[in-house]
């Protein structure tokens, strides 16, 4: 069963700093990675995928990548902003299911 | 992108009564939608698979007889918490796989607030 783990659970830190969020998980045979980020009490918003077969995705001030035989997956944020703030969530699909597996979210908290 | 909505945003009603949450996809077809749950600082965690026109497919441990799961169409997935409980109280999101998109992407709803009294 696919477990999904994510260090650490909360980060605080200066605005302007550049930082990593760590996502591990159990089983390699993945089809795709994703991140997500979730503000309180809201739904998600997705910010990056990676497949299976990728190495890395950028999207402005955030770069994710996947080591798949490892398990691991990071999401580097350059630059943090106090809007950035948000629980990150990262979640990853099998090869044979259609659901997701998430981890229990890195809770940031960039100070201005 | 796609848009998945749900209604309502927020619910409270007393301990014992039934509680129907809809999902809608607004611009596409979704012959598969998920049921999370999430509970206070804690992450998602899936309970149902909904496929349209067949019975939802449910996770270890969660009770089919409670949470009932109607896929009629192929853009709207109902969820109804039956006889609800103070227990119940979550957050309730859904989401919903494009058909023509493949299983590459899946789209999430805002998410339900649900409060048993």
């Known amino acids: 069963k696919q477990e999904v783990t994510q260090i650490p659970a909360a980060l605080s830190v200066p605005e302007g700093e550049n930082l990593v969020l760590n996502c591990s998980f159990t089983?390699?045979?993945?089809?795709?990675l994703q991140w997500f980020r979730q503000d309180p009490g809201k739904g998600l918003t997705s910010l990056l995928l990676?497949?299976?077969?990728?190495r890395e995705q950028t999207s402005g001030r955030l770069n994710a990548s996947l080591d798949k035989s490892s398990g691991r997956s990071t999401l580097y944020i350059a630059a943090s902003q106090p809007g950035d703030s948000a629980t990150y969530l990262c979640?990853?699909?099998?090869?044979?299911?259609?659901?997701?597996?998430f981890g229990p979210g890195t809770r940031l908290s960039v100070l201005p | 992108g796609a848009v998945v909505s749900q209604h309502p945003s927020r619910v409270i009603c007393k301990s014992g009564t039934s509680v129907k949450i809809e999902c809608r996809s607004l611009?596409?077809?979704?012959?598969?939608m998920f049921w999370y749950r999430q509970f206070p600082k804690q992450s998602l965690m899936l309970m149902a698979t909904?496929?349209?026109?067949?019975?939802?497919?449910?996770e270890q441990g969660v009770e089919k007889d409670k949470f009932l799961i109607n896929h009629a169409s192929l853009t709207l997935s109902t969820l109804t918490v039956t006889s609800a409980h103070p227990e119940d109280s979550s957050f309730y999101i859904c989401?919903?796989?494009?058909?023509?998109?493949?299983?590459?992407?899946?789209?999430f709803g805002p998410g339900t607030r649900l409060t048993v009294l």
């Open positions: 989401s919903a796989r494009d058909s023509l998109a493949g299983i590459n992407e899946q789209f």
């Open positions: 089983d390699s045979a993945i089809y795709n």
């Open positions: 990676i497949q299976s077969s990728q």
């Open positions: 979640a990853v699909r099998d090869n044979y299911g259609q659901n997701f597996v």
């Open positions: 611009d596409f077809q979704a012959t598969t």
């Open positions: 909904s496929n349209e026109g067949s019975k939802a497919t449910y």
